[in-house]
């Protein structure tokens, strides 16, 4: 195992048994483990374990990993998509906004996927905790669209949510160009 892999089975695992508010915190728990690295390293580390910052109980906030956390490839229907069916409750589409909402501190997880694709169809994605709005480039595909969130979200999301995507007009044009 590399050392990057060590790290960041660390950090997940500093993150699953502490309650860490912050990146300080997190650094200092770090080298307690005699893993010593900048504050850059670990924004990037956070970023590709799709950690996300959650409010507690208790008025602050704390880093949470994500269900898959030290795995950076992104998600697909086959396998762990399952998973996700207990963080992801519904996706719509206003204009061009895709908008997914999930489970408090899975937002940032479920963006940071979408991201991972680097799809020309859309142009970048933020989280919040609970709800993430990515926003669709200027007239970009809706099929092609729906197909790409296919890839990364359950399928009873992406069924229940058909009708934003796929019009009856685009069903019939798609099979007479088929044809």
């Given at each position: 195992?590399?050392?990057?892999?060590?790290?960041?089975?660390?950090?997940?695992?500093?993150?699953?048994?502490?309650?860490?508010?912050?990146?300080?915190?997190?650094?200092?728990?770090?080298?307690?483990?005699?893993?010593?690295?900048?504050?850059?390293?670990?924004?990037?580390?956070?970023?590709?374990?799709?950690?996300?910052?959650?409010?507690?109980?208790?008025?602050?906030?704390?880093?949470?990993?994500?269900?898959?956390?030290?795995?950076?490839?992104?998600?697909?229907?086959?396998?762990?998509?399952?998973?996700?069916?207990?963080?992801?409750?519904?996706?719509?589409?206003?204009g061009n906004l895709?908008?997914?909402?999930?489970?408090?501190?899975?937002?940032?997880?479920?963006?940071?996927?979408?991201?991972?694709?680097?799809?020309?169809?859309?142009?970048?994605?933020?989280?919040?905790?609970?709800?993430?709005?990515a926003a669709m480039?200027?007239?970009?595909?809706?099929?092609?669209?729906?197909?790409?969130?296919?890839?990364?979200?359950?399928?009873?999301?992406?069924?229940?949510?058909?009708?934003?995507?796929?019009?009856?007009?685009?069903?019939?044009?798609?099979?007479?160009?088929?044809?």
């Amino acid at each position: 195992m590399n050392k990057r892999q060590q790290r960041l089975d660390a950090i997940s695992d500093i993150l699953n048994h502490n309650t860490v508010g912050s990146q300080e915190e997190l650094l200092a728990l770090l080298a307690s483990r005699h893993i010593f690295v900048t504050q850059a390293t670990l924004s990037r580390d956070l970023k590709s374990l799709r950690s996300t910052k959650v409010s507690t109980s208790r008025g602050g906030y704390r880093y949470v990993s994500s269900p898959e956390s030290s795995k950076e490839t992104p998600r697909t229907n086959t396998g762990e998509a399952h998973q996700l069916n207990k963080y992801v409750h519904s996706l719509a589409r206003a204009g061009n906004l895709v908008i997914i909402k999930t489970r408090n501190g899975h937002a940032g997880s479920i963006a940071s996927d979408i991201d991972s694709y680097d799809s020309p169809l859309i142009v970048g994605t933020v989280a919040g905790s609970d709800t993430v709005f990515a926003a669709m480039r200027d007239n970009a595909p809706l099929q092609e669209v729906y197909e790409l969130l296919s890839t990364i979200l359950p399928e009873q999301i992406i069924r229940d949510a058909r009708n934003y995507f796929i019009t009856e007009n685009s069903d019939s044009l798609k099979q007479v160009s088929e044809q």
